[in-house]
């Protein structure tokens, strides 16, 4: 099985979409596959090429036994909706000429955005192969519910094309039931959409002990740490988290926000307009780090704004905290919220509710409590196991080629 891998998010990158990829190319060699992934040179969130890459036309390296090929695009920060379409069409472009020399039984193509799946549908019929549509966000509806634009013309174009790429595709696999649901009232068959969730490397996220030497750095001995890690963005209300700590008056709870995003500079300066002595803000950590920054961590912390789109998102947060026995405080209505209740792995909060949030943070200092969602955060982790889940998506890939 030769599989023909089209995203814009890669390692050494480390946000969600680049994990995911990689940690089911790499499953996906183990059982046999050939995988080639086309993707960019790295330079999420900033905009910034990372050190010992450039920008160039075509590159190839192999990592841990996959074939990756990168692709010139137009590079811009993670920010202003006209630069990123223009680097996101960039690079299906040269997605799609780079594609067209490699062998393959079967092209997928993740989004968001949605832009890689022009090129797969492109190569599809000039290939003759078929071609997968990796949903991993309802692009262009998630645009609008930031705020980065309105409903008009230019979203109904793209919500028209949005439908076609579903019904152009031999298969879409959607990485949360609702997304299934959300795609089924709009008319797209039932029959062609599976679902394989966001799941958690349970070797690299294991139970450890809180990692000494980073409590004595950053002098959290003894704190009760709520930690964020991952993208600082316009969908992840941390405004609104730093404006609630603010009226936290317990010195031993100490908030760590890790990562970095559009919204990292007016989060930062927010927390310090408010004179916050318990937060501590750092620059984003290699994928093979976070187990070690997550140790120290008491909760993990998972928040999105209060908007109807986002009771489609399952956090992939909530997964690798919860393999590390760190419960979830979770402020995100809908399936993920079902999925933490369920599990008994964290406290969910109404999303941008200060007493809420604060009420439930007060919760989880309870011992008994906090027991007790570590066992269901083990249960969690164990049915959602990210070698099973590659196993499964392989298996519909094959099913086509």
Known sequence: MKILFITDNFPPEVNA???????????????????????????FPHGKVY??????LYQKENIDGIEVI???????????????????????????WAGLFQKCNVIVATSPQFFTTWSASALSKCKRKPWIFEL???WPESIKTVGAMKQGRVIDTLEKIELWLYRDAAK?????????????????????????????????FCPRDKDADLLDMFELNGKFIV??????????????????????????IHFLFIGDGAMKKSVVRLAGELNLTNVTFLAPVSKDEVPRYLSICDVSL?????????????????????AMRKPT?????GQAQEIIEKYHAGLCFEPENEQDFLEKLETLRDESVYRKLQDGCSELAEDFDRKILAKRMLGIIESLG
């Open 172 to 204: 879409v696999i959607a990485v949360t039931d609702a997304f299934k649901t959300n795609l089924i009232r709009r008319g797209i068959d039932a029959d062609k959409i599976n679902v394989v969730t966001n799941g958690s490397n349970i070797e690299l």
């Open 329 to 333: 405080l979770l402020g995100v209505e």
């Open 17 to 43: 979409p680049a994990t995911r990829t990689y940690e089911h190319a790499l499953e996906w060699v183990k059982l046999g596959a050939k995988v080639t992934v086309i993707t960019c040179a790295p330079n």
């Open 70 to 96: 990168r692709v010139w695009s137009y590079i811009t920060a993670n920010s202003g909706f006209a630069k990123r379409v223009l680097d996101y069409v960039s690079f299906a472009f040269s997605a799609f």
């Open 302 to 322: 998972a928040p999105l704004k209060k908007e109807d789109n986002f009771k489609t998102v399952i956090p992939s947060k909530i997964f690798e905290a919860s």
């Open 51 to 56: 050190a010992g890459y450039k920008n160039k």
């Open 136 to 138: 991993r966000d309802l």
């Open 227 to 252: 930690g964020y890690i991952g993208t600082h963005g316009m969908a992840h209300s941390l405004d609104f988290i730093v404006q609630s700590i603010a009226k936290i008056t317990d010195e031993s």
